[in-house]
């Protein structure tokens, strides 16, 4: 038995069962894009522990940061006494995701959690209760993270959920628009979105529509241009939040620092997590000063709300991106992906579209040629198959017939190209040819 399959043995007998396993890669260390197991076999990363290592596995600037703050602070709450490495954090935050002419940030420890909070301050700021969501949607599992998360499959008997929470389909344009253009479809959906203000939800009622412009889990979606444009006119029309979820999108995966910058479409609150840490558990909620300030004292945090070793990790995490311009490598990692995934695309009509924004990209696989029959039972093989050889990765999308590729973007042009090679045989594989 080898190392690695001793470590499952041990984790069946101890760990519960509902902790997923997407993958049966292990670790001993990691490094830049490169993931050694425990049997010391070298594996190359295009999971990125779920879009997290954006600035590779330990960077030194970050490892630096975080071994020096040990020494001085571990932990002392920042709601009982002030330390700089937060308030430094949320001044880095504002000024790289300005939201208007004045910019207030918070922190907590994950995603799930910046979208609670996040949820928490839309309501405080309008008076009112109703959240709208959307199918495809993948905000986290507390309750009402889980709530707002569309896949049945992360709710099996957790309810009853949230109440006041409502969801529109999402406009996938690739799944649902049939014979129309891109202007038609995103025409008809907006038409819904000012429809459901008669059938779905009184927008008087309406705190907020959450949102993540370019889906994580949902598959990679990403929202249309004018659909963001028009929901942006409808939230101010109606004095709604719009608050844009950039857990996995964010820190220089699609060569912005939010991927609301690519659209130019700027939210009223916006959360992050994953990589503004490059592996440390922190989150964020930034949004406009006087919508921050809208929540009560005492009514959003808690007692880890910003450890200062995270703090110190995240702003040495920045500083490192800055440095290296990791937003222009994610758009030349994203460029040298999607033409290898395009050519494939062409050989292979059971790849029935690859998209994405910078290196965040996505490859869909449907029988047919038909975007509506999903071709759910070969990303398990791809997955499994390309762990046997060398490369870790995971499959996303509601019917699980995505893999997205979230390698670390500082990955060389060899290991990209490696990677690359070894998806592209076991998708060969998988299929039959």
């Known amino acids: 038995m080898t190392k690695s399959q001793e470590l499952f043995e041990r984790r069946k007998k101890v760990v519960a069962n509902g902790v997923g396993v997407f993958n049966t890669a292990t670790v001993s260390k990691a490094k830049g894009a490169i993931i050694v197991d425990a049997d010391g076999r070298e594996l190359i990363d295009f999971a990125g522990g779920i879009g997290v290592v954006n600035a590779g596995h330990c960077p030194e600037p970050v490892v630096k940061a975080v071994r020096e703050q040990a020494e001085k602070y ?12 937060y308030i430094k954090l949320c001044e880095e935050l504002a000024e ?23 949820i928490k301050i839309a309501r405080q700021a309008t008076k009112r209760p109703a959240v709208l969501c959307y199918t495809g949607a993948y905000h986290g599992r507390t309750m009402m993270a889980m709530t707002l998360t569309s896949k049945v499959g992360y709710k099996y008997d957790c309810g009853p959920f949230a109440p006041e929470v409502y969801r529109l389909p999402f406009p996938n344009f690739y799944r649902y628009s049939g014979e129309r253009d891109e202007e038609t479809f995103v025409k008809d959906e907006l038409k819904r979105l000012y429809e459901s203000a008669l059938n779905l939800v009184d927008t008087n009622s309406l705190a907020a529509i959450i949102l993540e412009p370019i889906q994580g889990e949902g598959g990679f979606n990403p929202v249309p241009q004018k659909y963001l444009e028009g929901l942006r006119s409808f939230c101010d029309e109606h004095g709604i939040m719009l608050i844009m979820d950039e857990v996995q999108s964010g820190f ?24 503004m840490g490059s592996g440390l558990p922190i989150a964020a909620v930034v949004g406009k000063a006087e919508i921050m300030d809208a929540a009560a004292v005492g009514s959003i945090g808690g ?26 490598k994610a758009i030349e990692v994203g460029n040298i992906i999607m033409a290898r995934l395009l050519r494939l695309k062409k050989e292979l009509s059971e790849i029935g579209d690859v998209r994405g924004v910078g290196a965040m990209i996505g ?48 990955i060389t042009d060899e290991q990209l190209e490696k990677g690359l090679s070894i998806m592209e045989t076991e998708i060969k594989k998988a299929i039959g040819k």
């Not at 790289?96 to 996040?118: F, Q, R, W, Y």
């Not at 939010?258 to 994953?274: E, F, N």
């Not at 509506?372 to 699980?400: D, F, W």
């Open 303 to 328: 007692t880890y709300i910003g450890s200062p070793i995270c703090c110190v990790a995240a702003s040495a995490t920045i500083q490192y991106m800055k440095d290296i311009n990791l937003n222009e």
């Open 74 to 85: 571990l932990h002392t709450s920042f709601n009982v006494v002030t330390y700089e490495p």
């Open 96 to 118: 790289i995701l300005p939201h208007g002419d004045k910019t207030k940030a918070m922190l907590v420890s994950t995603g799930a959690e910046a979208v609670e909070n996040a």
């Open 363 to 410: 490859i869909e696989f449907v029988k047919n040629g038909d975007p509506r029959q999903p071709y759910a039972e070969i990303c398990p093989k791809i997955v499994k198959g390309c762990a046997e050889n060398g490369l870790v990765l995971l499959s996303a999308g509601t019917h699980k017939n995505i893999i997205r590729i979230l390698s670390p973007l500082v």
């Open 252 to 275: 220089c995966r699609t060569g912005h620092w939010a991927s609301w910058q690519h659209y130019g479409v700027q939210p009223d609150i916006s959360t992050y997590a994953k990589s």
